[in-house]
């Protein structure tokens, strides 16, 4: 299953600070059908068959995708993740297919 991170380049990097009330409005994609579970991860989504989930870690935000991925593109699904991170903090996001 595809893994990937996401990180802030300001000072020396790391996760995004998001608010922990607001993390599920900042990092459930826009456009998709997202419906946030219970499960292990700082957030967890269902998305039809499968599921991303994001675990806060010192060097950023690692998201990975559990289930069925046929039909979805996980790498448009993190970009727009990134975009409204951006959106959110102002700082310049980045994010890298790890697996």
Known sequence: MPEYLIWTTADQGGWPAIPKNLIPDVLAPDGYEAVRIDGPGDLRLTL????MVFSSEPAGWRV??????AGHDTDAL??????????FTGETIKWILRA
């Open 64 to 69: 990975w995708f559990k289930g069925d991925i």
């Open 48 to 51: 039809g068959g499968c599921e």
């Open 78 to 87: 993190v970009s727009q993740t990134a975009r409204q991170i951006h959106r």
